[in-house]
């Protein structure tokens, strides 16, 4: 038996690019931690968007568990890779995006190192994820022109000035909102309209900022919230 059947295999992805770049200062000290609890740590950096997912749906089944450095976003493709691959490993989160909006929904501190022991130290949780269409998501799944803005938003502006970043790349789109018919059955109860901006999330912040219903979130209580914004022309 070697060394890497003795201790727990960690396969450990990051987003170099996300929020300012802080990861690179801090990955030794990171992958050391792991090691000195005898995980045995296999490192990847992403390369481009969807890369995190496809990788933990191809290499899942090799692994106990997938740590994850990145933002929202990069949570979300290690999620719905690991869902895609039908594995069961568990997922640790070191939050290092420009605004961390689902790790404050579970209680992860920002603090690099902070958030790295609690991936060892912490407990596990279980999470609701959501299917839309063909993908899954833990955070967020919107339409309109506001959710545009999130896509739109240059990862620069985001390393410069972080969840600001989003309202200055919003102001743009304020004089040229579009609209779009939509039919939203929930339960019994069904909304119909044209609407500018529709969101279902399961987080206490959307964008770096708190949302009015955020003392009801559950996290496993099988309840996504939703925000619906009807175009004013059709009032």
Not at 225 to 233: D, G, S, T
Request: glycine letters at 8%; aromatic letters at 12%.
């Amino acid at each position: 038996m070697n060394l890497r059947d003795k201790m727990k295999k960690l396969l450990y992805i990051y987003n170099p690019m996300s929020g300012q770049k802080t990861i690179g200062n801090h990955l030794s000290e990171i992958v050391e931690y792991f090691s000195k609890n005898s995980y045995f740590p296999t490192v990847y950096a992403t390369q481009k968007a969807n890369d995190a997912r496809e990788k933990v749906k191809e290499f899942a089944k090799d692994y106990q568990e997938i740590l994850v450095s990145g933002g929202d976003g990069t949570l979300d493709e290690v999620v719905s890779g690991l869902l895609k691959s039908q594995e069961k490993s568990i997922i640790g989160y070191i939050p290092t995006g420009s605004t961390n909006d689902f790790s404050r929904s579970l209680k992860i501190p920002t603090d690099i190192k902070k958030a790295t022991k609690l991936a060892v130290k912490g407990e596990t949780m279980d999470i609701d994820v959501g299917q839309f269409n063909s993908k899954f998501f833990t955070y967020v799944a919107a339409f309109g022109s506001i959710a545009q803005v999130s896509y739109e938003t240059d990862q620069s502006m985001k390393n410069i000035f972080g969840r600001f970043a989003y309202i200055l790349e919003g102001v743009k789109t304020v004089s040229n909102l579009k609209a779009y018919k939509a039919k939203i059955s929930v339960d019994d109860e069904v909304f119909e309209g044209e609407f500018i901006h529709f969101m279902a999330t399961n987080s206490v912040s959307v964008g770096g900022f708190n949302n009015f219903y955020n003392k009801n979130i559950g996290l496993d209580d099988g309840v996504f919230e939703a925000v619906l914004i009807k175009n004013q022309k059709a009032l």
